[in-house]
């Protein structure tokens, strides 16, 4: 069973910087996405990142290029969003994802991915 679970969420200032993690497990292939997403109150899910195993490709929504960075530990089966400069906007409960049999480039559609972690709130309050 493929399981994954986020941390790092919490309460910062605008301009401030987190970084979440995701640790997931029971993924017994080569080929598959992770992806971050978010959901605001009274707002629909939505793609945040998300990268590609087996080429490393990494795709972002154009609200958090250049802010955030979406990357991975191979050898701990965890992937990281780097955040920075957060701003109010970023407010969230934040999920990680994964698609598999997924080869190429990710998807950033919400639907393709099979499982979901828990999710993590980001709150972005001065």
């Known amino acids: 069973q493929v399981q994954l679970v986020e941390s790092g969420g919490g309460l910062v200032h605008p301009g401030g910087t987190l970084r979440l993690s995701c640790i997931f497990s029971g993924i017994r292939m080569p080929y598959y996405a992770i992806g971050w997403f978010r959901q605001a109150p009274g707002k629909e899910r939505e793609a945040v990142a998300c990268?590609?195993?087996?080429?490393?490709?990494?795709y972002y929504t154009d609200s958090v290029k250049g802010r955030f960075t979406i990357s991975r530990d191979s050898a701990r089966s965890t992937v990281y969003l780097q955040m920075d400069g957060l701003n109010t906007t970023d407010t969230a409960v934040y999920y990680c994802?994964?698609?598999?049999?997924?080869?190429?480039?990710?998807?950033?559609?919400?639907?393709?991915?099979?499982?979901w972690g828990q999710g993590v709130q980001v709150t972005v309050s001065s």
């Open positions: 994802a994964a698609e598999l049999h997924r080869v190429g480039r990710c998807t950033m559609v919400t639907g393709s991915y099979d499982y």
């Open positions: 990268f590609t195993a087996d080429n490393d490709n990494t």
